[in-house]
Nanobody, 127 residues
Framework: QVQVVQSGGGLVQAGGSRVLSCTAS????????VGWFRQAPGKEREGVSC????????AFADSVKDRFTISRDNDDHTVYLQMRRLTPEDTAMYYC????????????????????WGQGTQVTVDS
């Protein structure tokens, strides 16, 4: 399984933007679906967005739709989560996850669909 490393977290002012990056270590992301999840203090982890191996299918949680975009550069083995118009409710630890196999044409925001997980990167939105 690929090892996943995410980066780009930090402190952001409300209304601001941030880009998170997810990189494959050891192998490549070719053929892998990649998902972003987040966990706020005291809450369960939730799915945010996902993208299939060829970028032809993406999915977003309702809470981030129209504000977040996801993209990937397979040559650089990197998946990006572009976050815009951030609010304090977006404050969370953000995790990148990846997996290979199954239906490669769609992705879901289901934790069980991903076997390789990163350690997380903290995003804090200051009001």
């Amino acid at each position: 399984q690929v090892q996943v490393v995410q980066s780009g977290g930090g402190l952001v002012q409300a209304g601001g933007s941030r880009v998170l990056s997810c990189t494959a270590s050891g192998l490549t992301f070719d053929g892998y679906r990649v998902g972003w999840f987040r966990q706020a203090p005291g809450k369960e982890r939730e799915g945010v967005s996902c993208i299939v191996w060829n970028s032809r299918f993406t999915a977003f949680a309702d809470s981030v739709k129209d504000r977040f975009t996801i993209s990937r550069d397979n040559d650089d083995h990197t998946v990006y989560l572009q976050m815009r118009r951030l609010t304090p409710e977006d404050t969370a630890m953000y995790y990148c996850a990846a997996d290979f196999g199954g239906n490669m044409h769609i992705c879901r925001l289901e934790e069980d669909d991903y076997k390789s997980w990163g350690q997380g990167t903290q995003v804090t939105v200051d009001s």
